[in-house]
């Protein structure tokens, strides 16, 4: 029912995304909905959230994601609630998670799996100031050469609607961007979100990208049964991506 990325982590490194399947919510939030801040009933939440840490057998930390550039460190006493748009750990047993419902959830662990990572990326947090969002914040400090990500699903290409202001703050500080936006009418454009992620990931050495290729099958708003969209439904609950080193 979920998604469990084909990536070649090291041994030891765990990761999965799940779908809107396997929870306890009722429409329109039907039914693994992880978000709190969505007006779906608490205690739907609550047991939704003990699915999937009694599922991946380790805890999933759940940050207030604010589209920014923010990333910390976790470790077992990290509360819920933190605002920041990506998180790292060592420590076994804590899953970085980041929620999602359009925006991209990137999922990273170093070649030796001594840290993993996640990150939320929206197109904000992606285009950041001056071309340095929060990928580049989140391999800042994976510190590490040998990075592995994998894209998970988001809002695809065929969807993603955007004005001016988006391609200009990508194309500002790379050019190179602009391959990722097609002229729909003036002044509007379809962005690839997962394309511009992988832009900004091989700009910063990351050679091994797994995952969302930017075909249909990725795309959250034309996969309903599948996908929270919150472009596609407005209101609607949150999916997540999550990775861990087991103890």
Known sequence: MWLIPDWPAPAGVRAMCTTRAG????????SLNLGEHVDDTPVHVAANRAILQEAIGARPVFLSQVHGTEVVQL???????????????????????????????????TARGHRV???HAGWRGLAGQ?????????VKRLQARDIIAWLGPCIGPQAFEVGDEVRAAFTASDPLAGDCFKPLVPGKWLADLAALARLR?????VSQIHGNDSSPSWCTVGNASRFFSYRRDRVTGRFCASVWREG
């Not at 990290?78 to 899953?95: E, I, K, W, Y």
């Open 23 to 30: 929870g306890v919510s009722v429409a329109p939030y039907d």
């Open 75 to 109: 470790d077992a006493n990290s509360p819920d609630g933190t605002v920041a748009d990506a998180c790292h750990t060592d420590q076994p047993g804590v899953a970085c998670t980041v929620m999602v419902a359009d925006c991209l959830p990137v999922l990273f662990t």
């Open 130 to 138: 001056d071309g340095v969002g929060i990928l580049e914040a989140t």
């Open 201 to 205: 990931l091989n700009a910063l050495g």
């Open 117 to 119: 990572a996640a990150a």
